[in-house]
Nanobody
């Protein structure tokens, strides 16, 4: 079992920024592809961004240019930097690690964009 821990969510005004963190055990992190997803009430869970162990990234069109995914291998942590936040970005944000073909999910962190 791989336990992922997300943090960094909260309440932010439209146009503001947040940085989410996803920490994983060192044993699982090194070669894992890590992804960020979000799920708004009543909607499906959507993939936002991913980063491979080599640092290759990919983004959903909805967040391209506003969100940046990065990883710190020394801290076994992946970050999601979110800028120019909009009310429609309000959701629970989850990270997922794919380790040897198996997906592991974090518990989620709430992001609310509201004035």
């Amino acid at each position: 079992q791989v336990q992922l821990v997300e943090s960094g969510g909260g309440l932010v005004q439209p146009g503001g920024s947040l940085r989410l963190s996803c920490a994983a055990p060192a044993s699982a992190f090194r070669f894992a592809t890590i992804s960020w997803y979000r799920q708004a009430p009543g909607k499906q869970r959507d993939m936002l961004a991913l980063i491979t162990w080599r640092g290759i990234t990919d983004y959903a069109d909805s967040v391209k240019g506003r969100f940046t995914i990065s990883r710190d291998n020394a801290k076994n942590t992946v970050y999601l930097e979110m800028n120019s936040l909009k009310p429609e970005d309000t959701a629970v944000y989850y990270c997922k690690a794919m380790v040897t073909g198996v997906d592991y999910w974090g518990q989620g962190t709430q992001v609310t964009v509201s004035s």
